[in-house]
Each structure stands twice: as C-alpha cells, then as structure tokens.
C-alpha cells in the first residue's frame, strides 16, 4: 500500500537553510512532487523528481532522492518569511497508473525573522 | 504553469441544501480532474477522479451518491454537495491534470464548505 509520512512542523530562522523530509513506502513510486500550500489557499507545484534521478535542483530548491531508504528531502537555501507555508511531498506509482497522487501529512514551515 | 480556477471560495450552505463547486482548466485541456477534501490541520484525501465524458472514480469510502461529479467538458468539472451536513464542512480543492503531460497535475485555490 501507500503511505506517505512527514514530520510535522520545522522551525527556522530568515536566512538558514530548511530541509523538509518525507518517506514513502511503494516501491513502485515514479514521480514525487512537492508542494506548496499558504493558509486557506491550493497547491502550488513547486517541482519534481523522477525516480531515475537522485537529485533535482532549482533555483533556491534542492530535492535529493535516496531510493534505497525511500527518502526524499526538500532543501529551500537562504529561507525567507514567504516561505512560511506547509509543504507537502506526494507520489504517483505504478500501481494507479500514475493517475493517483498520494500526499504526505504535510510539514508546516515557520520562518521567524 | 497552467492555471486552474476554482468557483466559489467560500460558500456556507444551511443543513439539507446542495452545493456546486467548479473546477476550470482556464488554459489548458485537461482529461483528467481530481477532487479532494482537507481537513484542518490534515493532508488532502483524494475522492474521486474524473475524465471527460465517463463516470466519475470514487476512493473507498466517498459516497457517489452524495458527492455528484460532471465533467462535461475538458475545460469543467463539477462537484455537487448533494443535502449537506455540517460534517460535510471542509476544504475542497479540484485539481487537473493537462492533456500533454502525465506527470504534473495543477490545483484550483480551494473551496472553503461550511454548512449551518
């Protein structure tokens, strides 16, 4: 089955670097995504990996994919009080034909000046 | 990156009513849209998916009955809240998925469901 766990809440200064970190448990997972999401609004796509990858970087983001431990980690360099938000990484697998994307619990980033 | 409206954002609803939230793919064809429901404080649990011109697929547990899904169109779907109760109040957001990818889907801003 599918199960995507978080760690629940992340606490930074403005200036350091988060690291937000997810597990997942199906071996079939292809692609995972993270995203974005500021109190009462949707998701907002901020990248993705394949699964073939073992790291993706863009601009101040850098997911790493350790596809032996089923980890991923999202790595937001120099965090600004924007980023204040909760995160959620999410997966499509094999097994729903990648139609399916399956969400983690969500990880709440607060970003204090 | 494609953008994805949700109509309307907050609706409160008395007890027994129904409710109609839509979901649009402003520049975009999607054949496939998703529902979800979020709790406060929780993740989002997929209900259902849908593509155009078929019936709708509903996750284990969603009533279909209760929780009408049109997608007429490959620019529209619909969810309908049929006689709602408080403990249908939540957070509903649509999401859809483009014609030439499957692998990136985009999300509406959320409908925010509260029945009296």
């Known amino acids: 089955g599918e199960d995507v766990e978080q760690s629940l809440f992340l606490s930074v200064r403005e200036g350091d670097s988060s690291v937000i970190n997810c597990t997942y448990t199906?071996?079939?997972?292809?692609?995972l995504y993270w995203y974005k999401q500021e109190p009462g609004a949707g998701l907002q796509l901020l990248t993705y990996?394949?699964?073939?990858?073992d790291m993706k970087q863009d601009q101040r983001l850098t997911v790493l994919l350790n596809k032996k431990d089923k980890h991923l980690s999202l790595r937001i360099a120099d965090t600004q009080t924007g980023d204040s938000a909760i995160y959620f990484c999410?997966?499509?697998?094999?097994?729903?034909?990648?139609?399916?994307?399956?969400f983690g619990t969500g990880t709440r980033l607060l970003v204090s000046p | 990156g494609a953008v994805v409206s949700q109509h309307p954002s907050r609706v409160i609803c008395k007890s027994g009513t129904s409710v109609k939230i839509e979901c649009r793919s402003l520049?975009?064809?999607?054949?496939?849209m998703f529902w979800y429901r979020q709790f406060p404080k929780q993740s989002l649990m997929l209900m259902a998916t849908?593509?155009?011109?078929?019936?709708?697929?509903?996750e284990q547990g969603v009533e279909k009955d209760k929780f009408l899904i049109n997608h007429a169109s490959l620019t529209l779907s619909t969810l309908t809240v049929t006689s709602a109760h408080p403990e249908d109040s939540s957070f509903y957001i649509c999401?859809?998925?483009?014609?030439?990818?499957?692998?990136?889907?985009?999300f509406g801003q959320g409908t925010r469901l509260t029945v009296v």
């Open positions: 999410a997966e499509t697998t094999m097994n729903t034909g990648f139609q399916k994307l399956v």
């Open positions: 999401s859809a998925r483009p014609r030439r990818t499957d692998t990136e889907a985009f």
């Open positions: 849908s593509n155009e011109g078929s019936k709708a697929t509903y």
């Open positions: 990996i394949f699964s073939n990858m």
């Open positions: 199906d071996s079939s997972s292809t692609y």
């Open positions: 520049d975009f064809q999607a054949t496939t």
